[in-house]
């Protein structure tokens, strides 16, 4: 059988840019901040930085390791490694993770859109009430949010049928240094508003009783999860895409790195500015923090409009990377596993999403029954977030490391890193994936199953 042309990444440059763009998104700018709130702060980020480091980037090496060797879209890695074993469910598990998180990811993308317009123009102004009120109106209209998740699957679509190198890779290089630039800008502009201290401190200084709080511990490894991609194959269909000469473990600490910098630096954001605002409450849920606190502060500060602007045009290239990978893990497994061609793979999977989404779209006000799932007590949207990100995603990762660990064995990880680049620190990363990854997931999922029997 021919070997068809999968596509390759031009340059560790544009793999590293791609794999940061798919990290690099929603979740570190609103769901990071938001955690940190939620986690009492500084405390929050201590535990987040051991979760990303011992934890979360061996899962995200092993990812790219499968990838590699695999050649193939997550289920087909698997099955390429290990052949006619039932690893390949976990490759299909995360490539319905993919579509499933997509569905809901690509909503509040819409409303980031929706919110560069509403920014520049002013339209978001007055009291936080009034604002929060717009909030609550613009997510309740119907056709306005089905017509913008419509729009970023569109987008989302439309750049990954232009194959990996030409579509993926050119649109994150211009994406990836242009968010990090405004990121920077941003920060810069925060950092200097006058009492700014007070959000610095929330931030830096932890509060130790919250170190040992299983719940913050259980929240920041969710989230350090989620930010870096892991557990659905996305990182394993981008490791694919790796030519055999790059460094992998190289590769995974510059995303480690970007993506951890990014999140601290929408901290340094969020935080200074926020408590310049009288009464900012950091425990306030996502799309609050985002969509009602910061329009109020932009609304009230010298040109508001254009740091406004920024931040939500920052925000949605982020979302916009992160859609990209998301699409294209099933995407891979159709190409790859079931001989598709690109085109009518996109195709279909972004029409099956966009059918998908529209619960999501319409349970935030427009219709009840989403809005507020009887016998559930959450809407539509969060329940669809519950299901993927706070279980799917960590049972993924949880075994992702015990493929690697038990099936496949660490020395054959370590000798297919190696081919391309030295891997310092071999003998610890198997050491964190044998132990501390599974153990560690493994109490994510216990907490997220007894939360949800509760
Ligand atoms: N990491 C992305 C974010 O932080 C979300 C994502 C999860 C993307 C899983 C791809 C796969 O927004």
Wanted: with cysteine; hydrophobic share 55%.
């Amino acid at each position: 059988m021919s070997v068809p042309d999968r596509g390759m990444w031009s340059s560790r440059l544009g793999f590293v840019l791609a794999a940061a763009g798919s990290a690099v998104g929603l979740g570190n700018i609103w769901g990071f901040p938001t955690q940190v709130g939620r986690g009492g702060g500084a405390a929050f980020v201590v535990v987040y930085l051991l979760c990303v480091f011992l934890v979360c980037a061996p899962i995200l090496i092993a990812e790219l390791a499968i990838g590699r060797r695999g050649k193939k879209d997550p289920a087909g890695s698997f099955d390429a490694i290990k052949p006619g074993t039932s690893w390949r469910f976990v490759g299909l598990l995360g490539i319905l993770a993919g579509v499933g998180i997509l569905s809901f990811y690509s909503v509040i993308a819409g409303w980031t859109i929706a919110y560069i317009y509403f920014t520049v123009t002013g339209a978001v102004a007055g009291s936080p009430d009034a604002i929060g009120q717009f909030f609550g109106d613009f997510v309740a209209n119907p056709v306005l949010v089905i017509g913008l998740t419509f729009v970023v699957l569109a987008v989302t679509a439309g750049i990954i049928l232009g194959g990996v190198r030409g579509g993926i890779e050119r649109m994150t290089k211009i994406l990836m240094p242009g968010l990090l630039l405004l990121l920077v800008a941003l920060m810069l502009r925060a950092l200097t508003l006058p009492g700014a201290e007070t959000g610095l401190a929330y931030y830096l200084r932890p509060d130790a009783s919250k170190l040992y709080d299983i719940q913050v511990i259980n929240a920041a490894l969710g989230q350090a999860f989620f930010s870096l991609s892991l557990g659905m194959g996305a990182m394993i269909t981008y490791g694919s895409y790796l030519g055999p000469r790059e460094s992998v473990v190289r590769a995974a600490a510059w995303v480690v790195v970007l993506d951890t910098a990014v999140a601290l630096m929408a901290g340094f954001i969020i935080f200074p500015a926020g408590f310049t605002i009288p009464g900012f409450d950091p425990s306030t849920s996502g799309p609050g923090l985002i969509f009602t606190v910061l329009p109020r502060l932009f609304s009230t500060m010298p040109g508001g409009e254009l740091f406004g602007g920024a931040f939500f045009v920052m925000l949605t290239m982020a979302a916009i990377t992160s859609t990209i990978s998301l699409l294209e893990v099933p995407t891979s497994y159709l190409i790859d596993s079931r001989g598709w061609t690109r085109k009518r793979a996109v195709l279909t999977l972004a029409g099956l999403t966009f059918v998908l989404s529209i619960p999501s779209a319409l349970g935030n006000g427009a219709v009840p029954f989403f809005s507020s799932l009887p016998g559930v007590g959450m809407d539509f949207l969060s329940l669809m977030a519950v299901i993927w990100n706070n279980f799917a995603l960590p049972v993924g990762g949880f075994f992702i490391a015990l493929f690697v660990a038990w099936a496949w064995k660490p020395a054959n990880a370590i000798a297919e890193l190696q081919t391309g680049g030295t891997f310092p620190g071999a003998a610890f990363w198997a050491f964190l994936i044998r132990w501390v990854c599974p153990v560690a997931i493994g109490i994510i999922i216990i907490f997220t199953v007894r939360d949800l029997l509760r």
